[in-house]
């Protein structure tokens, strides 16, 4: 493993040098278990916190803006149209990511790079981007009770998609793990110590502790990704789901592997428009409407139903090589009607494994275990 | 790290002609300002479509009625909202954008020494146009060519010239058909499916495709009509048409069961179309 240790004062030490080249973004603390990412400054850089509650607005926005302009449309004194892409190059590091956003980041990449066309803005941003981890340790304040990253097998220590990972192991010290050439780099930076057999050993001693303070268990995600794909869940359960659904789209907007967006042009001046891009959500009644105003997905428990088909299909979740769910519980934390995920995930494990056939072990269809 | 094309960006294009086709839809032939993205775009396959951006009015997707093998590059369009109807007040000379051709478009190669039934109502035409030219330009390829079509009335009968053209010319069997008949109307009247009991039609199963495109109440009652005639569901294509933002597979409006209609469509087995459970 390459890794190193550092002391509770390198932590800041690390901040600054990273933002000798790039704006860092790091987590901060509001009142009560409020919590939020922000750009790190003179003034407020003392105040980063490693340990926070789960900020409810996940990072994803460095990587996929709620609004972002794609293009200017201008029309010039010769008559000519043209069009200029607006891309985002400034040099980012998102720092004290937790293990599931790193996951939502690489759900992302998945989506947005590849298959047969590739975002160009997302993917600028993401070349410019450095991600330093943060594991989750402390069941106090890192993990909550709607916390199931075990579940979805991308936390509480991210395994990849990191070009940094820092783990606390107490006592002052944390282990830093570079996850890329780039993080790598940085350990020439003086105050990088050697870590030992022993250091390396404690970080496998904490991860079998925190694994354990955990509530969710992993074969529940699992049998409810075969149920989905089998097409097993009954209609009456989806209705269940959809009725308690408000529509308010906030399991969409905190989600860290959502992807749809909506795009529109406005007028900024005289024949000159701009394309903007914006984020949207299934869970709306205007999401599929077409001009016409027919909509082939009319009841809510469609929608309902499309969100959690579309991240639990074992069908797409090949396709990307990647679940869009990370098990950050977030949409758990919003919802008025309690149908985040994880509620999701029991009520149709529970009314389908008493109505549907056993499940048979060795069929095609793999656990939610899917790592590229 | 080299940077990729960006898949957002349209391409200017002139508008040269329009054609008044039917109430409210016209026909709007065009040109890339650049030769060269021209001569890239003319690749396309027939079923494919564009995403075809109105200064001002925002961008939508639309098929690609000319088939490849044709000079010129069209949209058949009809008015509905704001950027379709942005279309429609484009005079002759004045520049939109277009980017694509996007979608997995009809496998026309794939057909070949088959037989190709095709049946549309209404501006379902607009999709199948394509296909039936590519196939009568490559008319050696296929064994019979039939095409059966109905519109609402004599008035509403899409592209009259190709239509004419079609029932003339040897080697291919296209019959029309009217809702109501008015304007001297001589042809025959009844629904879509009533040109398959007509004498002297016959409809071969065996080896043959099946292309169906039209508003929703055709579309099944033809289904219908053709299931009863022994065609297997994996016979029986069609055009899905869905909310579309991007075109590529990424805004996520389009998709449906297990498929992004804008890359896995919008062509489509019945077969296919059933399993991903939604309404037509
Ligand atoms: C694959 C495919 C092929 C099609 N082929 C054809 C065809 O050949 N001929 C045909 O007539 N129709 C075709 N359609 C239908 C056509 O796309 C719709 O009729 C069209 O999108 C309606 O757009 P509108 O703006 O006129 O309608 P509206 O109801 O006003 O808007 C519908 C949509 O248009 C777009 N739009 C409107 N305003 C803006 C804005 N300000 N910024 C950005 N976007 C905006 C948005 O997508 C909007 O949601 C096809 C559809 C699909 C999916
Ligand atoms: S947060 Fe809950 S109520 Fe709101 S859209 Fe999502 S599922 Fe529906
Ligand atoms: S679906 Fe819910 S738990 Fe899963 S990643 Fe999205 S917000 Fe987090
Ligand atoms: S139109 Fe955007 S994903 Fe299909």
Not at chain 2, 21 to 36: G, K, L, M, N, S
Request: charged share 25%; hydrophobic share 40%; net charge positive.
């Amino acid at each position: 493993m390459r890794a190193r240790v550092i002391g509770e004062a390198d932590v800041l030490r690390l901040v600054d040098l990273l933002r000798q080249d790039r704006q860092v973004i790091a987590p901060f603390c509001g009142r009560g278990r409020d919590s939020y990412f922000d750009v790190v400054t003179d003034v407020n850089r003392d105040r980063i916190r490693l340990h926070v509650p789960n900020p409810l607005y996940p990072p994803k926005r460095y990587v996929l803006p709620h609004i972002e302009r794609l293009m200017r449309m201008r029309r010039s004194a010769a008559g000519l149209w043209n069009f200029q892409p607006d891309y985002a190059e400034t040099p980012l590091a998102l720092f004290g990511v937790r293990s599931c956003d790193v996951a939502g980041v690489r759900h992302l990449d998945r989506f947005y790079l590849g298959r047969e066309y590739v975002d160009a803005y997302y993917e600028r941003r993401r070349r410019n981007l450095f991600v330093v981890n943060m594991v989750c340790t402390d069941p106090e304040v890192d993990i909550d009770d709607n916390c199931f990253c075990v579940c979805a097998d991308t936390g509480p220590a991210a395994r990849d998609a990191f070009d940094l990972q820092l783990m606390d192991l107490g006592g002052g010290e944390y282990l830093a793990v570079a996850g890329t050439a780039a993080g790598e780099d940085l350990f020439s930076a003086p105050f990088f110590r050697p870590a030992t057999a022993a250091h390396v050993e404690r970080r496998r001693a904490i991860l079998t502790e925190v694994r354990g303070r955990f509530r969710s268990t992993t074969s529940w995600f699992a049998a409810t990704v075969r149920y989905i794909s089998r097409g097993d869940v009954l209609d009456k359960t989806w209705e269940e789901i959809g009725n308690r659904c408000l529509e308010c789209g906030a399991c969409t907007f905190v989600c860290p592997a959502c992807t749809c967006f909506t795009v529109s042009d406005r007028r900024t001046g005289k024949e000159e428009y701009e394309r903007v891009r914006m984020w949207d959500s299934c869970a709306l009644k205007g999401f599929t409407r077409m001009a016409g105003g027919f909509n082939p997905r009319r009841a809510v428990h469609d929608r309902r139903n499309r969100r959690f088909f579309r991240k639990l299909a074992h069908y797409f979740i090949q396709r990307e090589l990647s679940m869009a769910c990370v098990g950050c519980g977030r949409c758990a934390a919003v919802c008025h009607g309690d149908v985040g995920m994880p509620s999701v995930v029991e009520m149709i494990r529970r009314a389908t494994a008493i109505a549907a056939p056993p499940l048979d072990e060795s069929s095609t269809v793999p656990s939610a275990k899917v790592t590229a | 790290m080299s940077s990729t094309e960006n898949i957002y960006l349209p391409k200017v294009v002139q508008l040269d002609r329009v054609v008044d086709e039917i109430h409210e839809v016209r026909t709007f032939v065009w040109h890339f300002e650049d030769p060269a993205d021209q001569a890239a775009f003319k690749k396309f396959r027939p079923g494919q479509f564009a995403q075809v951006s109105i200064f001002g009015a925002g961008e939508f997707p639309a098929s690609l009625p000319p088939s490849p093998t044709e000079n010129e590059m069209f949209f058949t369009i009809r008015t509905v909202g704001g950027c379709t109807a942005a279309l429609h007040r484009l005079q002759p000379g004045d520049r939109f954008a277009v980017r694509g051709p996007y979608g997995n478009g009809f496998p026309m190669d794939d057909y070949a020494g088959k037989n190709l039934v095709f049946v549309a109502g209404g501006i379902g035409l607009i999709p199948l146009r394509s296909c039936i030219v590519y196939a009568l330009a490559h008319r050696e390829r296929y064994e019979r060519i039939q095409i059966y079509y109905g519109a609402k009335t004599p008035r509403e009968l899409m592209y009259l010239p190709n239509l004419r053209a079609w029932e003339q010319a040897a080697g291919i069997e296209c019959q029309l058909t009217v809702d109501r008949a008015s304007d001297g109307w001589t042809g025959n009247v009844g629904v879509v499916g009533s040109l398959f009991k007509r004498p002297g039609v016959h409809v071969p199963v065996e080896n043959t495709v099946a292309f169906v495109c039209g508003p929703p109440v055709m579309f099944r009652f033809v289904i219908r009509d053709l299931l009863d005639m022994g065609f297997r569901e994996d016979q029986i294509m069609s055009t899905l048409e869905r909310y579309m933002k991007c075109g590529v597979g990424k805004c996520g409006h389009c998709c449906i069961g297990v498929a992004y209609v804008c890359v896995d469509g919008p062509v489509f087995t019945y077969e296919q179309i059933k399993k991903l459970g939604e309404d037509i």
